[in-house]
């Protein structure tokens, strides 16, 4: 169902999808993040760089809970973020997803050991309003 709604949001072109080609400007900064940082800087995982090179050149918005990883680059590129919780709370209030859908889809985080602030979806609408 999510995947299917998913799809239709990318032919409406509400969403996209970006490739990281060598020899481009994303590509540049994506190897000094994962590859091959700077001298006193850590590597970070490869799914956060690829992040933060594509928000950065294409003025996105990364959806990420891993701010252990990507807070230092956010702030030094002045980058929006977005977490899950707002991310489920803003496709409830399209009407993308209802309460239930989200639900599970906390559920299945939490299964797969993602790190939420709260155990049910529903927990978290409580903390926000």
């Keep these: 169902m999510i995947k299917r709604k ?7 072109g ?3 999808t970006k490739e990281i080609l060598l020899n481009t400007e994303e590509y ?10 700077p001298k006193g800087e850590k590597v970070i995982g490869k799914g ?28 030094k590129y002045e980058l ?3 977490a899950t919780g707002g991310i489920l709370v803003n496709a409830l209030n399209k009407g993308y997803i209802d309460e239930r859908t989200g639900n599970q889809i906390w559920t299945n985080m939490i299964g797969k050991r993602r790190m939420l602030p709260t155990t049910t979806f529903t927990e978290y609408l409580k903390t926000i309003k």
């Excluded at 998913?6 to 409406?12: D, E, K, P, V």
């Excluded at 540049?28 to 940082?37: F, H, M, R, T």
Aim: glycine share 2%; net charge negative; hydrophobic share 45%.
């Design 80 to 82: 929006d973020h977005i």
């Design 14 to 16: 509400d969403i996209s």
């Design 48 to 75: 956060e760089a690829a992040t933060i090179a594509l928000a950065k050149i294409h003025n996105g918005i990364i959806a990420s809970n891993n701010l252990r990883d990507i807070s230092k680059y956010i702030e």
């Design 6 to 12: 998913i799809n239709q949001l990318c032919l409406s």
């Design 28 to 37: 540049k900064l994506y190897y000094e993040l994962a590859i091959s940082p």
